[in-house]
Structures are given as structure tokens and as C-alpha cells.
């Protein structure tokens, strides 16, 4: 920080402020920090991902458990594996009734829920 005192019109004048170098050094050394800081919180947040993914899939097995007790009606949790490489894993809570397997609505995760289709059928 560079302070000066200068005579203008018989008054000390301060100015005060950062340099240009001051900035760059402090944003150089904040990008430093960081990058350096990068992979742990990349790690942190797929590890964030992870828990909160099947936390949520531990309450949707126990909500289909519970409904199918207490209607007495199958319920199953429907997982979709990853095939193609790009797409996540999914999955959506079903009921079963006359026509087949129906799904829940608001019950899935990773894709949105059409009919029901058996494989092989």
C-alpha cells in the first residue's frame, strides 16, 4: 500500500490505495490456493453426490416396502443400470395392477418414468 503527503493548497493530502502489482499478486496467489484446493473438492462433491443419491434410493425401497404392506399391493423399485457409458443409473418406484407395472409419479430419479415394459415380453 503506498501512502503519500503531498501540499495542495496548504493541506496534507493521504492517497491511499493497491497497486496494480498488489492485485495481481493477491489474485495469482488466490488462484494458487485454489487449484491446489481443487481436487478435494471434487472429491468432496462426488462424495456429496453419492450419499445424497442413495439416501434416496434407501427412502424410495422403504416407501414401496411400506405401500405394498399397507394396500397389499406388489410395489417394486426399478433399476435402469447405466448401458451407453453417458447416461446415470436410474431408477422409479411401480405399482402393480391389472394392465402391469405402473409407476409412481414423482417417485424416480435420472429419468422420467414411461410405461412399464417387461423385458423378453
Known sequence: ????????????????????????????L????????????????????LRTAASQL????RLARYLAVKQKTPYRVRVFPETDGTSPNSYVVERRDGSGWTPLPG??????AGPAQEPGL
Open 107 to 112: 417417485y424416480q430419479c435420472g429419468r422420467k
Open 1 to 28: 500500500m503506498t501512502i503519500s503527503w503531498e501540499r495542495e493548497r496548504g493541506a496534507p493530502v493521504s492517497r491511499r490505495g493497491f497497486t496494480t502489482l498488489e492485485v495481481l499478486v493477491v489474485l495469482a
Open 58 to 61: 434407501q427412502i424410495h425401497i
Open 30 to 49: 488466490m488462484g494458487l490456493f485454489l487449484l491446489a484446493a481443487m481436487p478435494s473438492l471434487v472429491r468432496f462433491y462426488h462424495n456429496y453426490q
